[in-house]
């Protein structure tokens, strides 16, 4: 028998979640909503792209940063706009994105002078990326005019044909003054110039007027963690934004013992109990995703009754407090997050990270169904 941890990818949340970021666009527009790129970079998040492509359907195009998931999202049947968010490397890149119409991001002098140089045939539709203060890819305030200009000249000799501009927000989770400044920059920068924008991640996606703030009539937002049903903010729990969980992830009890006060748990003896304690051994650990940093007290559902990790997260293993869940036994169901236990925001934050790590960095060991 196969070792019983599974990932259940649930499609429709999926769906329900760009659904809700689409909605949110619809109601903060004064003109025409923003358009969408479902981001499904990291494996999508760890889902899958097979699951992506079928959960967000309805979206107006798919980003991510790997060619070759490029191509599987066309294997698969996707015929809408597909973005590369690092853009290309070389210069054996540039014929397959003619052949897939597959858009870059545009960052540097580097793949500019690429393009220039590349006989073709064909054109690709490129997004200039300024960098307004992110200090990641991007041409600085004073480089971006130039950059500009080079990619227009390229639109004219037939290289390029759409020619757009991006940005993209560091603090939209936290600090919306400086998300404010940043945009500001943009703006100024952008004022007058053709193609259609993006700036907009899940936090300024889903905070109320931001995406609606943007300048111009063509705007295209990048949601990411939050089309997978978790918050792009700190402290505040997805479901008050309306997301479902897109991913749930089980294992059972595979060992149960009762240890007497005084015991230590795990490596390192990080918990120590103080009562004659029941304990269960779970068939998950930092080897298929789960934090190994999660603390004592990290939420987890063992047969349908929350409960709590106990002592340090090992390769294969985790161990839980089964006081409060007096009747599970070997095989009981345990939910380490998702539908009907913990949300991955609630086990990330126990862990001193975000949801985002969790969820990508899932390890394939970990079996996925669809569901």
């Given at each position: 028998?196969s070792?019983?941890?599974?990932?259940?990818?649930?499609i429709?949340?999926?769906?329900h979640n760009?659904?809700?970021?689409?909605?949110?666009?619809s109601?903060?527009?004064?003109?025409?909503?923003?358009?969408?790129?479902?981001?499904?970079?990291?494996?999508?998040?760890?889902?899958?792209?097979?699951?992506a492509?079928?959960?967000?359907?309805?979206?107006?195009?798919?980003?991510?940063?790997?060619?070759?998931?490029?191509l599987?999202?066309?294997?698969l049947?996707?015929?809408?706009?597909i973005?590369?968010l690092?853009?290309?490397f070389?210069?054996?890149?540039?014929?397959?994105?003619?052949?897939?119409r597959?858009?870059?991001?545009?960052h540097?002098?580097?793949?500019?002078?690429?393009?220039?140089?590349?006989?073709?045939?064909?054109?690709?539709?490129?997004?200039v990326?300024?960098?307004?203060g992110?200090?990641?890819?991007?041409?600085?305030?004073?480089?971006?005019h130039a950059?500009?200009?080079?990619a227009?000249?390229?639109?004219q000799?037939?290289?390029?044909?759409?020619?757009?501009?991006?940005?993209?927000?560091?603090r939209?989770?936290?600090?919306?003054?400086?998300?404010?400044?940043?945009?500001?920059?943009?703006?100024?920068?952008?004022?007058?110039?053709?193609?259609?924008?993006?700036?907009c991640?899940?936090?300024?996606?889903l905070?109320?007027g931001?995406?609606?703030?943007?300048?111009?009539n063509?705007?295209?937002?990048?949601?990411?963690?939050?089309?997978?049903?978790?918050?792009?903010?700190m402290?505040?729990?997805?479901?008050?934004?309306?997301?479902?969980?897109?991913m749930t992830?089980t294992?059972?009890?595979?060992?149960?013992?009762?240890?007497?006060?005084?015991?230590a748990?795990?490596?390192?003896?990080?918990?120590?109990?103080?009562?004659d304690?029941?304990?269960?051994?779970?068939?998950?650990?930092?080897?298929?995703g789960?934090?190994?940093?999660?603390?004592t007290?990290?939420?987890?559902?063992v047969?349908?009754?929350?409960?709590?990790?106990?002592?340090?997260?090992s390769?294969?293993?985790?161990?839980?407090?089964l006081?409060?869940?007096?009747?599970?036994?070997v095989?009981?169901?345990?939910?380490?997050?998702?539908?009907g236990?913990?949300?991955?925001d609630?086990v990330?934050?126990?862990?001193?990270t975000?949801?985002?790590?969790?969820l990508?960095?899932?390890t394939?060991?970990?079996p996925?169904?669809?569901?």
């Amino acid at each position: 028998m196969s070792r019983p941890i599974l990932a259940t990818i649930h499609i429709p949340a999926l769906a329900h979640n760009l659904a809700v970021v689409a909605r949110r666009l619809s109601s903060d527009a004064a003109g025409p909503p923003a358009r969408i790129w479902a981001v499904v970079k990291a494996y999508a998040y760890g889902h899958g792209l097979d699951a992506a492509v079928r959960g967000f359907a309805q979206a107006d195009g798919l980003a991510l940063l790997d060619l070759h998931e490029a191509l599987r999202c066309r294997e698969l049947g996707w015929q809408r706009p597909i973005l590369l968010l690092e853009g290309f490397f070389r210069p054996s890149d540039l014929d397959i994105l003619a052949q897939q119409r597959i858009s870059t991001v545009l960052h540097s002098q580097a793949q500019l002078d690429m393009l220039a140089a590349w006989p073709g045939p064909g054109c690709i539709d490129g997004h200039v990326m300024l960098n307004s203060g992110m200090h990641r890819l991007g041409f600085q305030p004073s480089e971006f005019h130039a950059a500009f200009d080079q990619a227009r000249a390229l639109q004219q000799r037939g290289v390029l044909g759409v020619v757009g501009k991006m940005s993209h927000f560091a603090r939209a989770d936290d600090d919306l003054a400086v998300t404010r400044d940043q945009l500001a920059c943009f703006t100024r920068l952008t004022a007058g110039l053709p193609g259609p924008t993006s700036v907009c991640n899940s936090a300024a996606t889903l905070a109320p007027g931001l995406a609606a703030a943007v300048p111009g009539n063509d705007q295209w937002v990048r949601p990411g963690i939050c089309l997978y049903g978790a918050s792009p903010y700190m402290g505040r729990d997805a479901e008050s934004l309306g997301l479902q969980p897109a991913m749930t992830l089980t294992s059972e009890l595979i060992s149960t013992h009762i240890l007497p006060a005084g015991q230590a748990i795990g490596y390192g003896h990080a918990f120590r109990t103080d009562h004659d304690m029941r304990v269960g051994i779970v068939a998950c650990g930092y080897a298929d995703g789960y934090p190994r940093h999660a603390i004592t007290g990290t939420p987890v559902t063992v047969a349908g009754v929350r409960t709590r990790v106990v002592g340090r997260v090992s390769m294969d293993m985790l161990s839980v407090d089964l006081d409060p869940a007096p009747a599970a036994d070997v095989g009981a169901p345990v939910v380490l997050w998702g539908v009907g236990g913990p949300s991955v925001d609630e086990v990330a934050w126990s862990a001193s990270t975000i949801a985002n790590d969790l969820l990508a960095g899932l390890t394939r060991r970990v079996p996925r169904a669809l569901g």
